[in-house]
């Protein structure tokens, strides 16, 4: 899967995050949305390192800098998404759910 495609996100780096902030969730409820968002980044900012340690040899380089000022500009865009769906109510932390299963 490429860092770089939009359903990357969706796929990998969404689910990994709320993962990551599961058990900041447990200590405290409000720390659900800025580890959530720490996750989110820290998987993304993985994603592109390990796209350039493999693409180091590539001669096409400006197109991966181009894709990687892109890349940042969807990853801004899902922050906030990520951040409203929350505030909604749309997306619950983790810790509610292991609390429903109680």
């Known amino acids: 899967m490429s860092p770089l495609s939009w359903w990357n996100d ?3 780096n969404i689910p990994l995050a709320y993962l990551f902030s599961l058990p900041f969730s447990l200590i405290h409820n409000q720390l659900f949305i800025p580890s959530f968002i720490i996750g989110y980044w820290l998987s993304n900012l993985l994603g592109l ?3 350039h340690w493999g693409g180091e040899r590539l001669p096409h380089q400006n197109h991966v ?3 990687i000022k892109h890349s940042i500009a969807v990853s801004i865009i899902y ?3 990520i951040v409203i769906a929350v505030m909604l109510g749309w ?3 983790p810790a509610e759910y292991l609390a429903y299963y109680r």
Do not use: D, Q, R
Request: negative net charge; without cysteine; charged residues 5%.
């Open 65 to 67: 800098a181009l894709n």
């Open 91 to 93: 997306l619950e932390s």
């Open 10 to 12: 969706l796929v990998v």
């Open 49 to 51: 390192l390990m796209m």
């Open 79 to 81: 922050s906030i998404i």
